[in-house]
């Protein structure tokens, strides 16, 4: 064994009693993983404190082995179906609780013992502390022998903060009071639990398992699965993923199980994690790097907020190069100076913050941040509570009033009515409408905001569902007018000859066909790239007059047959899962990749314009603080983008767009003189 493998391994054992044991963790959950990936340890969690009894589990409680793309799932899969020498397998498809995982053991129907995981093989005793968890059975009816529960404890985020002492998250605060030496202490604590396991009972599958748990009493958790395939098993982790933050409580990912007990058994355990399990763990929401800088900036009402410059981090898919350090008393509390190693975390998976700073990759010279008492923007003197004296002298205020319209929001909104209400009369004439959304924030709880383009209006809509019955419930999408869109599941609600899927989404898919391992696909995807270039440059001709309709019609379907036989061809291959599965769901929605053939002139091939139109909104709402509210939403929706996009032309004089056009200073007087 190297040097270097020791020292790993001291290093994930050291990580390990801080997570497991003191509830301290130093490092994100991704950061843990990529240590492991480094050295074949064969350990799971840490040993019991000794503080507590030993309880031996007969069946080890092992851990899972985590995965993070879609090329782990498959190879799960495939390799799960070798072994078994089986095509066929369900798989149980269940949320990854972050909590402290425990077993709790009934003797003839009585709760006799409850432990933690501890090393797998022997856990904590924590039998009188668990007996205080809301909703864990003391007794069960008419059952007899020895039967084994094992679940997860956890927190919710609500009572997380209504406990109100300095703990550092709910899933911490959940081990640590499970883990208290007082009975009382962890009776004062709101804990929950899910169920997911039962060892000792007559089930033949985990569904069946989930079932009988219900029926005993114990609390399962709604959100399961039972998946056929990899495609149904991504769609569930995708709909969990993007509905997360609505659950109440944290979870990390999603657990497959091969849904037959059976089948589990022939698989096997190593000694770390079953072969028939595995964690689908979602991308990283915390992560390291370095603050280059520390600037201040001079916010609409004069306060100054200082903001750490930092070297770019990707953090779930997002590349964060700027977190806000909200104030000088943040800076002071957190010790946060320039140069510092810096642990950054997207709250709600949005606003980057930081969250910890590692004060051992501090270097010596390192000097403490001084908060300016001069603002930067007009030279005033900033008062003790960080705010500029300025006023409307400070040139930043004044142009950070311009999006804020404070109590005049509702005025303004209904001055706006008519023009509104015009707009979205003449978006629902419209025989091709452009759609696409995007998220938005409102009181911090996430919401969506809707796109509607024709090509003479803009129609926005706020709401709190992305889900089907937007488009159920809109006045102008009931009706038999052709939709483009991307290729969110939402948009399944019209019919497909009434729907053109975007080629920009569709040439994604071919690129990454195109830079597949497998050749043939490799070969193909290329081929597919090309007719979309091609594709692309017939209907630039065609919108510039150098060819025809019939021409272009003519071409586009040679390409249309050139497509389907590239597809069919990669949906052929047995050896490239990923890539098949990919062409024959592309093949399901052939017909609305080419509708455009039916009006050539007047459907496009992208919902760019609709794209392009809710770019504004974007832009807008980084840069305003209003809209966090009811009030803030409507006056969204009845100016900024509507009067926009729309133009000054067609409305009513005096021009709502003219009034919100006028320099900085006029709007600031205006908004507040409707």
């Known amino acids: 064994m190297t040097e270097n493998t020791l020292k790993l391994q001291k290093e994930i054992k050291h990580h390990n009693e801080l997570y497991y044991r003191k509830n301290k963790p130093e490092i994100t959950d991704a950061e843990y993983d990529e240590l492991v990936k480094k050295v074949d340890i064969q350990t799971v969690g840490t040993a019991p404190d000794r503080r507590f009894l030993e309880v031996e589990h007969i069946v080890p409680m092992l851990s899972l082995n985590k995965v993070y793309s879609q090329e782990d799932i498959e190879e799960f899969i495939a390799k799960s179906r070798e072994l078994l020498n089986t095509d066929e397998l369900e798989i149980m498809c269940e949320l990854k609780i972050d909590g402290l995982s425990f077993s709790a053991i009934y003797e003839n129907g009585r709760l006799v013992k409850a432990a933690t995981r501890g090393d797998g093989y022997y856990g904590e005793d924590v039998t009188k502390n668990a007996a205080t968890i809301e909703g864990l059975p003391k007794v069960l009816p008419d059952v007899k022998g020895r039967l084994e529960v094992r ?12 406990l109100n002492k300095n703990f550092s998250n709910p899933r911490n605060t959940a081990s640590g009071s499970l883990r208290q030496l007082d009975p009382e202490v962890t009776a004062s604590r709101p804990l929950r639990y899910f169920a997911y396991s039962l060892i000792g009972g007559t089930e033949n599958t985990q569904s069946e398992v989930l079932n009988k748990l219900k029926k005993l009493g114990f609390c399962v958790n709604e959100h399961q699965c039972l998946a056929k395939n990899v495609d149904e098993m991504l769609e569930f982790y995708n709909r969990i993923y993007d509905n997360r933050h609505e659950l109440g409580y944290n979870i990390d990912g999603v657990v497959y199980k091969i849904n037959n007990l059976q089948l589990q058994d022939r698989l096997g355990n190593t000694n770390k994690a079953p072969r028939w399990a595995i964690a689908h763990k979602f991308p990283a929401a915390q992560g390291k790097t370095k603050i280059k800088k520390i600037s201040v900036q001079v916010g ?51 606003i980057p913050k930081i969250v910890a700073v590692d004060k051992n990759a501090r270097s010596r010279r390192a000097p403490k941040f001084v908060f300016p008492d001069i603002c930067s923007e007009c030279g005033s003197r900033v008062d003790d509570w960080g705010i500029c004296s300025g006023g409307n002298d400070c040139l930043a205020q004044r142009i950070g009033n311009v999006g804020s319209v404070s109590n005049s929001e509702g005025r303004v909104a209904e001055k706006c009515q008519e023009a509104y209400e015009q707009i979205e009369q003449e978006v629902g004439k419209s025989e091709v409408l452009h759609i696409d ?15 509607f383009a024709s090509n003479t209006a803009s129609f926005i809509k706020l709401t709190e569902s992305r889900g089907m019955k937007v488009l159920q419930n809109s006045k102008f999408c009931n009706r038999n007018s052709l939709v483009v869109t991307d290729r969110y599941a939402a948009y399944n609600y019209f019919a497909d000859k009434n729907r053109q899927i975007c080629w920009a989404h569709l040439i994604r898919d071919f690129e990454r066909l195109a830079h597949s391992w497998n050749i043939e696909v490799k070969v193909l995807g290329c081929y597919l790239r090309n007719v979309t270039i091609e594709l692309f440059a017939l209907k630039k001709a065609l919108l510039k007059n150098e060819i025809d309709v019939f021409r272009f019609t003519r071409r586009a379907r040679k390409l249309r047959k050139r497509t389907r036989y590239y597809l069919k061809e990669i949906s052929r291959l047995p050896e490239a899962i990923g890539a098949s599965r990919v062409a024959k769901n592309i093949l399901k929605s052939e017909r609305m990749m080419w509708n455009f053939l039916d009006d050539p002139e007047n459907i496009p091939l992208t919902n760019n314009h609709a794209e392009q139109q809710i770019r504004h909104y974007v832009v807008y709402r980084k840069n305003s603080y209003f809209t966090q509210s009811q009030r803030g939403n409507t006056f969204l929706e009845r100016v900024i983008l509507n009067m926009e996009t729309k133009g000054p032309q067609s409305f009513p004089k005096p021009s709502i767009y003219c009034f919100l056009n006028h320099s900085p200073e006029r709007i600031h007087i205006q908004l507040f003189c409707v």
Request: charged share 35%; aromatic share 6%; hydrophobic share 35%.
């Open 151 to 162: 679940g997860e404890v956890y927190l919710r985020n609500d009572d997380f903060l209504k």
């Open 300 to 350: 609409r009402t004069g306060k100054l907020t200082p903001v750490a410059e930092l070297d770019p981090i990707n953090i779930g898919g997002v590349l964060i190069t700027r977190a806000t350090l909200h104030n000088k008393d943040e800076i002071e509390r957190k010790d946060i100076r320039e140069g510092d190693v810096v642990v950054v975390e997207r709250a709600g998976d949005v």
């Open 437 to 451: 959304e995007t998220s938005h924030y409102n009181k911090g709880k996430l919401a969506w905001c809707w796109m």
